[in-house]
C-alpha cells in the first residue's frame, strides 16, 4: 500500500485518480480548492481551500501534512481557458501560467521533504504543451503553459536522480470532462486514468522524464 497525493481532486480526471487507487488499497490525500459530492462520498482524506498559486496555502497545507510520507505525489490541477490570436487576453494567459506551470511546481518544492526516495512525481501536461505536434495554431495560454510545466518536470527529472526520486510527464488523452466540454469524441476518465496509473507504476529512474500518453506512446516535445 503506497500514499499518493492527488491535486485537483474534486472532479474529472483528479476525482477518477481517487476513485481507482483507493479501489486498489492505496491511501489517497485529496486536495483541491473546494470538494465536491462525489469527492466526499469517496470517505478519504480531503484538504479543500487549497490554492497551489499561493505561497501561504502551499506552506500551510504542508504544514498539514507534516509527518506523513508520500510515495506519489500527482500534480494534476489545471485550467484550460481557449484564447485565440484574435483574442489574446493576457490576464488569462497568466493565470493559466499560474495554474498549470508555475503552481504544480511550488507544491512539489513545497512537499518534496515528505516524498521518500524511490517516491515518485506526476506532472499532468497535454499533447497539446507539444511544440512538434502543433499543427492547429491557437491555445495560447493552455500550450504555452503546458510547455512550460513539461519543462519543469523534465528539470526535476534531472535535478532529483540523485535523491532516488523519478518524474513522469503525462498526457491523458482527450478525455471527456467538463475541461474538454465532455467531448463526444474523447475517452472516459475511467480509461484514461486505467493507463496512467500503468505509466506510473512503470515509471523508474530509468524512464524518468519522459513524456507519455497514457496509452504508453512516447510523445514528441
Same mark, same amino acid.
Given at each position: ?12 480526471? #483528479? ?23 462525489? &469527492? ?17 496555502? @502551499? ?6 501534512? /507534516?509527518?506523513?510520507? $508520500? ?6 490541477? #489545471?485550467? *484550460?481557458?481557449?484564447?485565440? *490570436? ?34 515518485? @512525481? ?15 495554431? #491557437?491555445?495560447? #495560454? ?17 535535478? $532529483? ?5 523519478? @518524474?513522469?510527464? *503525462? ?12 467531448? /463526444? ?10 493507463? *496512467? ?7 523508474? &529512474? ?16
Amino acid at each position: 500500500m503506497a500514499t499518493y497525493l492527488v491535486t485537483g481532486a474534486n472532479r474529472g480526471i #483528479g476525482l477518477e485518480y481517487c476513485q481507482q487507487l483507493q479501489q486498489r488499497g492505496d491511501d489517497v490525500i485529496a486536495v483541491c480548492r473546494s470538494s465536491s459530492k462525489d &469527492l466526499d462520498a469517496l470517505g478519504g482524506r480531503v484538504e479543500s481551500g487549497v490554492d497551489i498559486t499561493s505561497d501561504d496555502s @502551499v506552506a500551510q497545507l504542508a504544514e498539514k501534512l /507534516q509527518g506523513i510520507t $508520500l510515495d506519489v505525489l500527482i500534480n494534476n490541477a #489545471g485550467i *484550460l481557458e481557449r484564447v485565440s *490570436l484574435d483574442d489574446l487576453n493576457f490576464e488569462s494567459i497568466r493565470q493559466q501560467f499560474e495554474v498549470n506551470a508555475i503552481g504544480p511546481l511550488r507544491l512539489t518544492k513545497a512537499l518534496l521533504p515528505q516524498i521518500k526516495p524511490g517516491g515518485k @512525481v506526476v506532472m499532468m501536461t497535454s499533447r497539446m504543451g507539444s511544440i512538434a505536434d502543433n499543427t492547429s495554431g #491557437g491555445s495560447y #495560454g493552455y500550450r504555452m503553459s503546458k510547455v512550460a510545466l513539461s519543462m519543469a518536470g523534465k528539470s526535476l527529472s534531472h535535478d $532529483l536522480k540523485a535523491q532516488n526520486i523519478a @518524474v513522469a510527464i *503525462l498526457h491523458p488523452g482527450l478525455v471527456s470532462t467538463r475541461m474538454t466540454g465532455f467531448t /463526444q469524441s474523447g475517452i472516459t476518465p475511467e480509461t484514461a486514468v486505467k493507463g *496512467l496509473l500503468a505509466r506510473i507504476d512503470e515509471l523508474t &529512474l530509468e524512464n524518468t522524464g519522459t513524456f507519455w500518453h497514457s496509452n504508453g506512446d512516447v510523445l514528441p516535445w
